[in-house]
């Protein structure tokens, strides 16, 4: 085992302080990781608050991670010493499963290992991103392509594929009217993707604060949620919606403003349960769905895609020291668009 330095909120709702986690050995199969950069999730804060529950502490969170190899166990093929890595929200799955078969390792039957707040197969705790170094099976380490800088690859790791993945399995590209709900972490990635692939993007933010940001990346179109009108104007308008939103929205709503077909995708995971007028659905067929992460292969996809269109997330680069006053900017929604860690500072 090593001793390495981390951040840890040490029990629900007390502020991260810095601590030190142990990491495993370098298995056969391992790599270990210098972890250079850390995103801020906002699924970091609903769990180290325990706000989804049953969460295992002290926990150090993080699961946008990249670094530098710096060993390999003597059966990793896929990576050497000095490749440019990435780990996201897993480090193991069954490996068996039709899903795991499938890549789908996040819909794993027999249960996703995630990064933190997890148990591996010996029931050890996981401990994520907020610290110096990480050891993970090769199998769910990916490749940073080299166009792309560590610190705005960082959020690509679940912001950037949890966007990702549902736009591509609903098929958004040229001739799809889609809208984000949400302009933090996730939406402002859902923002860039979309357009990348063609689609017509549009913005539905609580406010008009960020309009200007949301077009210079990509958006066509940004409307205020806070103003009536914007429901009677969009009404029927799009193919697809994918929620980013972190607290229980007004699922009817945002629904009438599919088109016949259409599809709502939600990707937020509030504290709280939230309700539905199921004939917001039977009125014009359209679908409510959910998308959680993506699986390795499609993440490895989704760095590739964004190294090949230029772009990274929108980052405030902080050190570790500003980890709890960052949690409270992200909480008032005034992030712009992710919080990074430089690891340096831990
Ligand atoms: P974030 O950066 O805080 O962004 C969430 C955005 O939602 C805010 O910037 C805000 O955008 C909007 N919002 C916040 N509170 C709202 C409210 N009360 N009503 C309406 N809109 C509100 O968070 P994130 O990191 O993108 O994560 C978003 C959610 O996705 C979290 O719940 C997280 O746990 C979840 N998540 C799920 C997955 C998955 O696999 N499905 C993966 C990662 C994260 P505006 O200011 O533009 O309105
Ligand atoms: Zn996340
Ligand atoms: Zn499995």
């Known amino acids: 085992m090593t001793t390495v330095t981390a ?14 986690v142990e990491r495993r050995p370098v ?20 769990q180290a608050r325990d706000g989804w529950g049953e969460g295992i502490f002290p926990m150090v969170p993080g699961h946008e991670i990249a670094g530098i190899v710096t060993e390999v166990g003597p059966g990793v093929t896929k990576f050497a010493v000095g490749d440019r890595v990435g780990v996201g929200c897993m480090v193991d799955s069954c490996r068996e499963c039709d899903n795991c ?44 392509p ?29 001739g799809k009217k889609v809208a984000v709900v949400g302009m933090g972490g996730l939406g402002h990635m859902g923002v860039k993707i979309a357009h990348a692939l063609g689609a017509e993007v549009t913005v539905l933010s609580q406010s008009l604060r960020k309009k200007d940001d949301g077009l210079r990346l990509g958006a066509d179109h940004y409307y205020a949620t806070s103003d009536p009108e914007t429901f009677e104007k ?39 349960p939230v309700s539905l007028n199921l004939f917001s659905l039977l009125n014009d067929r359209t679908s409510l769905a959910g998308s959680g992460i993506g699986g390795i292969r499609e993440t490895q996809e989704m760095l590739d895609f964004c190294a090949a ?9 902080i050190e570790a020291s500003q980890i ?9 929604s005034d992030v712009r668009y992710r919080f990074v860690i430089d690891v340096a500072t831990i």
């Open 7 to 20: 951040y840890a909120a040490p029990s629900a709702k007390a502020p991260l302080e810095r601590t030190t």
């Open 27 to 46: 298995g056969e199969f391992d790599v270990l990781i210098d972890i250079k950069f850390a995103g801020i999730c906002h699924s970091d804060i609903h």
């Open 101 to 144: 078969k499938a890549g789908l390792e996040q819909y794993c039957t027999k249960g996703t290992v995630y990064t933190y707040n997890g148990r591996d197969k010996n029931g050890d705790p996981t401990y994520g991103g907020y610290s110096t170094h990480i050891v993970v099976d090769e199998n769910y380490t990916v490749r940073i």
């Open 146 to 174: 080299d166009g792309l800088a560590l610190d705005v690859a960082a959020p690509l790791l679940c912001a950037g594929i949890t966007t990702y993945s549902p736009l591509k399995h609903w098929n958004v590209g040229p």
């Open 234 to 272: 969009l009404r029927g308008t799009f193919d697809v919606i994918l929620s980013t939103v972190s607290a229980p929205l007004d699922f009817d709503a945002f629904l009438s403003l599919l088109r016949t077909d259409g599809t709502l995708v939600n990707v937020g995971a509030p504290e709280e």
């Open 309 to 317: 269109h230029g772009f990274g997330a929108e980052i405030e680069l």
């Open 324 to 332: 709890n006053e960052a949690y409270e900017r992200v909480l008032d």
